[in-house]
């Protein structure tokens, strides 16, 4: 389960920007459950990935874009 705030649309596919290595992955995704506040992922994540919800700057996220963690 990650935040909806993490959870992007291209086309009706959804992807999100999974952190790895320090910089930001598109990585589509399949999904199960959503509400308001939540998705689940059913695939093309797994436990303990972490997602990134937004930028501290306003700038949109990017595949490979270079990221700090925030917790």
């Known amino acids: 389960v990650i935040p909806r705030d993490a959870l992007f ?9 999974r952190v ?10 399949t999904l ?4 308001l506040s939540q998705a689940q992922i059913v695939s093309g994540l797994k436990a303990g ?5 937004g930028t501290t700057n306003g700038q949109p996220l990017g595949d490979g874009q270079p990221v700090t963690v925030v917790q």
């Open 9 to 17: 649309f291209e086309q009706g596919s959804p992807y999100v920007y």
């Open 20 to 29: 790895a290595d320090g910089s930001l992955h598109r990585t589509q995704v």
């Open 32 to 35: 199960g459950r959503l509400n």
């Open 49 to 53: 990935d972490m997602v990134a919800t």
